[in-house]
Nanobody, 115 residues
Framework: QVQLVESGGGLVQPGGSLRLSCAASGSGFSLKHMGWYRQAPGKQRELVAIIISGGVTNYVDSVKGRFTISRDNAKNTLYLQMNSLKPEDTAVYYC?????????WGKGTLVTVSS
């Protein structure tokens, strides 16, 4: 079993920055990859960024150059540094951990970009 707790969301003005964190707890699982997803009101959940074994990362085109995903293995924590935020980045952001048995999701943290 894996438990995930996201934090770091909030209200920020356009052009501002936020850093999301996802603390993972649990044991006895083999990790495939970890990622951040988001779901805006009235839209489907979409992949924002993913990090796989070896530290390889990938991003949705709309956040490339602005967002950075990283992982601290010692702290079992996943991060998403978000810079140059835009109103269209407003969404609930979810952390996901994929193992070779099943996927685990956090409950989400709300990011609102507005002046």
């Amino acid at each position: 079993q894996v438990q995930l707790v996201e934090s770091g969301g909030g209200l920020v003005q356009p052009g501002g920055s936020l850093r999301l964190s996802c603390a993972a707890s649990g044991s006895g699982f083999s990790l495939k990859h970890m990622g951040w997803y988001r779901q805006a009101p009235g839209k489907q959940r979409e992949l924002v960024a993913i990090i796989i074994s070896g530290g390889v990362t990938n991003y949705v085109d709309s956040v490339k150059g602005r967002f950075t995903i990283s992982r601290d293995n010692a702290k079992n924590t996943l991060y998403l540094q978000m810079n140059s935020l835009k109103p269209e980045d407003t969404a609930v952001y979810y952390c996901k951990v994929a193992t070779y048995v099943m996927d685990y999701w956090g409950k989400g943290t709300l990011v609102t970009v507005s002046s």
